[in-house]
């Protein structure tokens, strides 16, 4: 995983599994169907209440702007 996304996804999570993708972990907050269980991916206390393809969007634009500011 490049550094942008370990940041962007250390942000906005709480927890996610070491041996997930930046992709997987984005691909499985915006699945409507949501199959992973709470205890696989823990959002921030901050933003419990949006709904997880909200977090997606927050994890995406915080990895874009973190690429932005340090190139």
Not at 8 to 33: C, F, G, K, M, N
Not at 41 to 51: G, L, P
Request: charged share 30%; proline share 3%.
């Amino acid at each position: 995983m490049k550094t942008s996304e370990h940041f962007a996804l250390d942000e906005w999570l709480s927890y996610y599994p070491d041996d997930l993708t930046y992709d997987q972990v984005i691909a499985i907050l915006r699945d409507p169907e949501n199959s992973y269980s709470n205890e696989d991916i823990s959002v921030w206390e901050q933003v419990e209440d949006c709904e997880l393809g909200q977090v997606a969007d927050f994890i995406e634009n915080t990895k874009k702007h973190f690429e932005n500011v340090t190139s």
